[in-house]
């Protein structure tokens, strides 16, 4: 994690004294987030949610919910069948000093939450079967590692990214919801 302009670890998450090193994190921006009728089911663990940013292209799908396309340069790595093998990743990759540098092309900021979860191993698998993420078979949407901001912090962060075809329209202003 960084600090803007001020590289920094934190030790622990001020909210609930568990070592980060145990903690994982997830950008979601549709039907997960806070108010959301996948909410309830999937992410009411959640310890902190707050508000997000990241590099994309967020659009509506026809069956009504978002997808968001990330470029693959900004991709940090992929997730696997094994939460806690993909917290540790999370947890000890060392980003890249451009990292939430505007890329190149016609990218946006996309407007989500960032939801930290304590037991990744439980709170994980369900997710990822609701967003039909297999790392052994075929996959609806990917479960990538990128960075987004929060609060002026730059953290690497899960989140599921879809690559929409031409059956999708773009949401340009980067919000859903």
């Known amino acids: 994690m960084m600090r803007k302009n001020n590289p920094q670890s934190e030790i622990n998450n001020p909210q609930s ?16 987030k806070k108010g959301f009728w996948n909410f309830d089911r999937f992410c009411t663990r959640a ?7 990241t ?21 940090l790595g992929t997730g696997t069948a094994d939460p806690l093998a993909d917290t540790r990743t999370q947890n000890t990759i060392v980003l890249p000093e451009n990292a939430m ?5 016609d990218w946006d900021l996309v407007h989500g939450e960032l939801m930290t979860f304590a037991n990744p191993g439980f709170d994980l698998p369900p997710i990822d079967r609701l967003e039909a993420f297999d790392p052994n ?14 609060n002026d ?20 202003s980067g919000k859903w919801g």
Do not use: D, K, M
């Not at 004294?17 to 997960?32: A, C, D, E, H, S």
């Not at 540098?101 to 092309?105: A, F, H, L, S, V």
């Open 101 to 105: 540098t505007r890329p190149e092309g």
């Open 17 to 32: 004294g568990i070592p980060n090193q145990q903690l994982l994190r997830l950008f979601v921006y549709g039907t997960l």
């Open 55 to 75: 590099w994309g292209r967020l659009y509506l799908l026809p069956a009504g919910f978002p997808a968001l396309e990330v470029l693959e340069a900004s991709i």
């Open 153 to 172: 912090l730059i953290r690497p962060v899960w989140l599921y990214h879809y690559n929409p075809g031409h059956n999708a329209e773009w949401i340009t």
């Open 47 to 53: 310890i902190n949610i707050e508000p997000a940013i």
């Open 137 to 150: 078979g075929r996959c609806v949407y990917e479960r990538v590692l990128v960075t987004a901001e929060t």
